[in-house]
């Protein structure tokens, strides 16, 4: 039963993660400036959840990389001079 419920959660996190990232991706094409990394941050590390449930190497290195060059982004806005 625990493992169903693991199952249950990783599948809400993985499907908000994907709406969250595509929302992120429509903010990017709008050019909707810093707030389209916020949110593809958050959905990133949605995805580095879901990844290592599934310990999915593949997957925890894209959006570990992914989450990293977001972070930069992020950190870079907020103490461009």
């Known amino acids: ?15 908000s993660s994907s709406i969250v990232l595509m929302t992120g991706m429509i903010f990017t094409a709008q050019n909707i400036f810093p707030y389209n990394l916020y949110l593809h941050t958050i959905g990133i590390i949605g995805w580095v959840y879901v990844s290592i449930v599934w310990n999915d190497r593949a997957l925890i290195v894209v959006n570990s990389v992914a989450l990293s060059i977001f972070l930069n982004g992020i950190l870079a806005t907020l103490f461009d001079k």
């Open 1 to 15: 039963m625990k493992d169903r419920k693991v199952k249950n959660k990783v599948w809400y996190v993985k499907w």
